[in-house]
């Protein structure tokens, strides 16, 4: 299935559904979130990080939990268009930071933020909660 052009400027394009996001972030050089408000942690950055890819962000909660500014990608301030553009042009240049980057966002998601240790953290949560030792 072919990409099209979306926005009416020709700087986007729509490549539909995809059956495998590995693909998705193989084709892609930087993972860009420009989130306006926070809602959770995007699962786009987490298949992002996963793909090693080096990620840009605004500074909403969820993306800003995730990303360390200068470590795994760079964090700007949300609505701040001329910000964004210059975090995406500094990463576009500089091959030696995506990869570095890429990786650490790699590192950081296995290191404490896969399934299994997000469910611990859960559960911890909810063991001091309520007061227990132990929940099974």
């Given at each position: 299935?072919?990409?099209?052009?979306?926005?009416?400027?020709?700087?986007?394009?729509?490549?539909?559904?995809?059956a495998d996001v590995r693909e998705v972030w193989r084709r892609a050089a930087i993972c860009v979130l420009p989130a306006r408000h926070?809602?959770?942690?995007?699962?786009?950055l987490l298949e992002a990080a996963a793909c090693a890819r080096p990620l840009i962000v605004t500074d909403v909660a969820g993306c800003k939990d995730f990303v360390r500014d200068g470590v795994e990608g760079l964090v700007v301030p949300a609505g701040d268009a001329a910000a964004l553009a210059d975090a995406l042009q500094r990463l576009a240049g500089d091959a030696d930071m995506r990869e570095r980057?890429?990786?650490?966002?790699?590192?950081?998601?296995?290191?404490?933020?896969?399934?299994?240790?997000?469910?611990?953290?859960?559960?911890?949560?909810?063991?001091?909660?309520?007061?227990?030792?132990?929940?099974?």
């Open positions: 299935r072919g990409a099209h052009a979306v926005g009416g400027r020709g700087g986007g394009h729509w490549h539909g559904r995809a926070g809602g959770g942690m995007p699962r786009a980057m890429g990786e650490a966002a790699r590192l950081r998601l296995l290191h404490g933020y896969t399934h299994a240790q997000l469910r611990e953290a859960l559960r911890a949560a909810y063991q001091s909660l309520l007061g227990k030792k132990a929940m099974r």
